[in-house]
């Protein structure tokens, strides 16, 4: 008798009712890890039909090229013609035909950028790689700040525009939608427009995607600056908790998150025993040193710390 039911309807096993399947791959069947039944066989098997043992092997059979990212003006879905200069069987090739193929890849190259919008995404893309490079930002960070770039030069709006402002833009942007602790000042080191450009382009861009950012927590910052002052993770978790209870008292409303941050760091050190100066502390947030002793005043006021500074 043949018991097993079609693969649409494999949610449960119809003999006990539980929903505890497994897929084996091996042979191709799914049974019930309860009562043992076989609810389907014969499972066509969508993988490679060659095996692998290490990642080089693998690497050397698969047939595919790299996956398409954003990151790259076309999307990686374009060919190149290589710069071996070897035939099929690896073989140079003759100088004649060197000419030839020089000539081929030259005008091959061209038409891949013969359009503005792909000379822009083009730069854009290597500016991009550059400053994740040197903001050791994420693979995820930079396909989303690609997607908003691309948004924006599909409406049109990077025209008279500063292309590095506008990428700066949707970097800063990604990270605010993924909760990177990241500030304005941290781009302009590494940039050549000033910061009332890409504040400029940051607030376009949100009008143009409609998009409503919520103002970072300070929280976020905090292991970010212990591990510029050194500090140890019972600091880091004091200065979170004193943030948590400066959310709950309201007295966070209004204020920035780094300045914010340095503060709690500032108390949470003393109580532990590892005392930074109001300087250092200021360095490491970007912020005034007035701000992070107003910041900390208000602190220990609200919340009542008993601190002999």
Not at 70 to 83: A, F, N, P, V
Request: glycine share 6%.
């Amino acid at each position: 008798m043949d018991l097993s039911i079609p693969q649409k309807n494999l949610n449960s096993c119809p003999e006990c009712g539980n929903k505890n399947l497994i897929s084996d791959d091996t042979r191709g069947e799914v049974v019930c890890n309860d009562c043992g039944l076989v609810l389907d066989q014969g499972i066509i098997d969508s993988g490679p039909e060659w095996r692998a043992f290490t990642s080089e092997e693998a690497n050397r059979k698969v047939r595919v090229g790299a996956p398409t990212t954003l990151t790259i003006h076309d999307k990686g879905l374009s060919t190149m013609i290589g710069w071996k200069n070897k035939d099929a069987f690896g073989k140079a090739i003759s100088p004649k035909m060197k000419a030839e193929v020089y000539r081929l890849r030259k005008w091959h190259v061209r038409t891949r950028t013969n359009k503005s919008i792909d000379r822009n995404l083009a730069y854009a893309m290597n500016e991009l790689d550059r400053f994740a490079s040197q903001l050791n930002l994420s693979k995820d960070i930079k396909e989303s700040a690609a997607h908003i770039y691309r948004k924006m030069a599909n409406k049109n709006l990077i025209r008279g525009r500063s292309i590095e402002a506008m990428l700066i833009a949707s970097i800063y942007l990604s990270c605010r939608l993924n909760n990177v602790p990241k500030t304005l000042d941290d781009f302009i080191e590494f940039a050549s427009v000033d910061k009332k450009k890409i504040a400029r382009c940051y607030r376009l861009i949100l009008n143009e995607l409609k998009l409503n950012i919520h103002v970072s927590s300070p929280i976020n910052f905090i292991p970010r600056f212990c591990a510029d002052l050194k500090l140890s993770g019972r600091t880091q978790n004091r200065a979170a908790s004193i943030l948590e209870l400066a959310r709950i008292r309201r007295i966070t409303a209004g204020k920035a998150p780094t300045g914010l941050a340095g503060a709690a760091l500032y108390v949470a050190a003393i109580q532990e025993g590892e005392r930074r100066t109001q300087k250092e502390i200021s360095i490491a947030a970007g912020v005034t040193e007035a701000t992070i002793r107003n910041r900390y005043k208000e602190l220990v006021s609200h919340l009542n710390f008993d601190l002999n500074v």
